[in-house]
């Protein structure tokens, strides 16, 4: 069994800072694509945060880029989502996905932790 556990949410003010963590952990084989989706209130889809891959290539949303940094630790089967400046309209349920391929297992496939939310309002 594989468990991916995302923390780090909260209630911040606008221009504030906040760093989400996303950690897997159980029989893993390998841990490929790592990243954040959120879901904002009223909106039935998520939508892709940022996502960074093994070796290291990120990806972001244009209503992120340059004030939200991912990053990770493959020893760890972690990564960190740093977010700066943070607005109201990022205000969400952020969700961690990871795509990870299990011991014995001969594919991967996309495994979600549980939300965490975050408020950003005055």
């Known amino acids: 069994q594989v468990q991916l556990v995302n923390s780090g949410g909260g209630l911040v003010q606008p221009g504030g800072s906040l760093r989400l963590s996303c950690a897997a952990s159980?029989?893993?084989?390998?841990?490929?694509?790592m990243g954040w989706y959120r879901q904002a209130p009223g909106k039935q889809q998520r939508e892709l945060v940022a996502?960074?891959?093994?070796?290291?290539?990120?990806r972001y949303a244009d209503s992120v880029k340059g004030r939200f940094t991912i990053s990770r630790d493959n020893a760890k089967n972690t990564a960190f989502l740093q977010m700066n400046s943070l607005k109201p309209e990022d205000t969400a349920v952020y969700y961690c996905?990871?795509?990870?391929?299990?011991?014995?297992?001969?594919?991967?496939?996309?495994?979600w932790g549980q939300g965490t939310q975050v408020t950003v309002s005055s």
């Open positions: 996905n990871a795509q990870i391929r299990q011991l014995g297992a001969p594919e991967r496939y996309d495994s």
């Open positions: 159980g029989s893993i084989l390998s841990v490929y694509d």
């Open positions: 996502v960074i891959t093994s070796g290291g290539s990120t």
